[in-house]
């Protein structure tokens, strides 16, 4: 069977990906600037693009998921992932407007350009984010329910994850096999209040696991896909690409460090400022 991918209007574009990448990283410096430096955009030269060509600065760096060349750099792999963690929760839960294609080959890392080496030899990662034709603004509500949601399902609030599901437009039949597909864990692990209850091991067990689960709820999970608002759907998509991303560059790490989602919701939620 061969799939054809549909591109939107807009994502063809390129004054609009050029005018998505510059409002990225201006929400950064407005609204993030604790993190701002460490995102970075090409700039785009105006001049030389229109909307059938777009010309941008030239990016040098490593692929989020070449681990070897990141280390080669200096960087640590684990700052990278909690980078990427940091960068599109500011843009999901802030900013309320995010890329939504973060796959391998759209995410570069690099040294910060005015970082120096530790004695050690280590350097701070820079993120370069490409390919701005994808985005997607989250209104106040959405923002909320869905960090509400991911806070539930960090915590094991089963009370929570079902309020904020139904909220999100998953319904009150269909709230769990929602909160699954967005953990790839089964209702028991999800309500599980061990500190690893969402890690993903990747083993065979687990794939063999999650097949099955594909299989048995086929039905609901087409239904569950149906109903939920487009822009939860794009979130489910950026979910899943950055879920990749996380595990590549953590596949040698401990369970606490391979969620680093995990470590700034609670962070957030004992400050004094949460989102």
């Known amino acids: 069977m061969k799939f054809v991918k549909v591109y939107p209007r807009q994502e063809l574009d390129f004054l609009v990906e050029a005018k998505n990448s510059e409002k990225c990283l201006e929400n ?6 604790h993190i701002a430096g460490y995102v970075y955009a090409p700039k785009v030269h105006w001049n030389l693009s229109t909307s059938k060509l777009l010309t ?33 929760a500011e843009m999901m839960f802030r900013h309320g407007f995010v890329h939504c294609d973060p796959h391998a080959a759209n995410l570069i890392v690099r040294p910060l350009p005015s970082g120096k080496r530790t004695i050690l030899g280590k350097r701070k990662p820079q993120l370069v984010l490409l390919d701005h034709g994808l985005y997607k603004e989250l209104d106040f509500t959405t923002r909320f329910n869905y960090a509400a949601l991911w806070k539930a399902l960090i915590f094991s609030d089963a009370n929570g994850i079902k309020e904020n599901s139904v909220r999100l437009g998953a319904g009150e039949d269909l709230y769990a096999l929602f909160a699954a597909i967005l953990t ?21 067990m687990e794939r063999s696991e999650r097949q099955m689960y594909a299989s ?15 822009v939860i759907l794009l979130m489910l998509k950026t979910n899943d690409c950055l ?14 460090e391979k969620f680093p989602l995990r470590q700034l919701l609670r962070q957030r939620s004992c400050s004094e400022n949460p989102y």
Request: contains cysteine.
């Open 28 to 33: 950064f410096r407005k609204l993030s600037p």
């Open 56 to 88: 941008m600065e030239f990016m040098d760096g490593a692929h989020v998921n070449d681990v070897k060349t990141i280390q080669k750099l200096g960087i640590q792999p684990n700052e990278v992932a909690t980078l990427v963690s940091q960068a599109f």
């Open 184 to 204: 790839m864990k089964p209702w028991n692990r999800i309500i599980d209040p061990s500190v690893d209850h969402l890690v993903i091991k990747g083993d065979d």
């Open 216 to 230: 048995q709820f086929f039905p609901q999970i087409s239904e569950l896909l149906r109903r939920l608002p487009r």
């Open 243 to 256: 879920r990749s991303v996380n595990s590549c560059l953590l596949r040698h790490f401990s369970s606490s």
